[in-house]
């Protein structure tokens, strides 16, 4: 699946095509992924968890690279992808991420019409998926660990009342922003 030269070769190819990383998000990742980890410690973190991680996105953070350039502001190590979630919730779901992720269709409910803030806020609209990077505005795109959509993302676009909407799988929208990154910049 993971072509490992084909992706630093096109991540060189974007980087040596804007050289001071002026393109939106490009300042913060600056076309580099992070260190892989290692099969132990994706492990750790599985179990710890009780999860285990979609394999695209596993042998992405294994094999190819954890955290560092990817759409928008780039991708999350992994690690950090749980600590961030952690800040932004006002009360801890046990087995967040063990938690089956509960759409398989977008919810975008009216926030002043059909919940109120705090219910639309909530983290029980997210359980089973991880933060993977940040859109900004207060958006990001989380990957689905568990339940039926495990492996997709999805737009969280709480913040701006966009509610949540499916994308496409972990692989195929990394590659996607590899090929056409033209319509991640916004």
Same mark, same amino acid.
């Given at each position: 699946?993971?072509?490992?030269?084909?992706?630093?070769?096109?991540?060189?190819?974007?980087?040596?095509?804007?050289?001071?990383?002026?393109?939106?998000?490009?300042?913060?990742?600056?076309?580099?992924?992070?260190?892989?980890?290692?099969?132990?410690?994706?492990?750790?973190?599985?179990?710890?968890?009780?999860?285990?991680?979609?394999?695209?996105?596993?042998?992405?953070?294994?094999?190819?690279?954890?955290?560092?350039?990817?759409?928008?502001?780039?991708?999350?190590?992994?690690?950090?992808?749980?600590?961030?979630?952690?800040?932004?919730?006002?009360?801890?779901?046990?087995?967040?991420?063990?938690?089956?992720?509960?759409?398989?269709?977008?919810?975008?409910?009216?926030?002043?019409?059909?919940?109120?803030?705090?219910?639309?806020?909530?983290?029980?609209? $997210?359980?089973?998926?991880?933060? $993977?990077?940040?859109?900004?505005?207060?958006?990001?795109?989380?990957?689905?660990?568990?339940?039926?959509?495990?492996?997709?993302?999805?737009?969280?676009?709480?913040?701006?009342?966009?509610?949540?909407?499916?994308?496409?799988?972990?692989?195929?929208?990394?590659?996607?922003?590899?090929?056409?990154?033209?319509?991640?910049?916004?």
């Amino acid at each position: 699946m993971w072509d490992v030269e084909h992706v630093l070769s096109r991540l060189a190819a974007m980087a040596g095509a804007d050289p001071k990383c002026q393109k939106f998000g490009a300042g913060r990742h600056r076309y580099r992924l992070g260190p892989v980890i290692s099969e132990a410690e994706a492990a750790a973190f599985e179990e710890r968890h009780g999860v285990t991680l979609p394999e695209a996105y596993r042998t992405s953070v294994t094999q190819v690279g954890d955290g560092g350039a990817g759409p928008f502001y780039g991708l999350f190590r992994l690690e950090e992808s749980r600590r961030r979630d952690a800040e932004w919730e006002d009360r801890e779901i046990p087995d967040f991420l063990a938690t089956p992720f509960p759409h398989t269709e977008a919810w975008t409910p009216d926030p002043y019409k059909e919940l109120d803030g705090d219910e639309y806020d909530d983290p029980q609209w $997210i359980t089973g998926s991880l933060n $993977i990077a940040e859109f900004g505005c207060g958006a990001f795109l989380r990957l689905v660990i568990i339940g039926p959509e495990r492996g997709h993302i999805w737009f969280d676009d709480r913040p701006s009342d966009g509610g949540l909407t499916r994308e496409r799988g972990f692989y195929e929208w990394y590659m996607d922003w590899l090929t056409n990154p033209e319509q991640y910049f916004l």
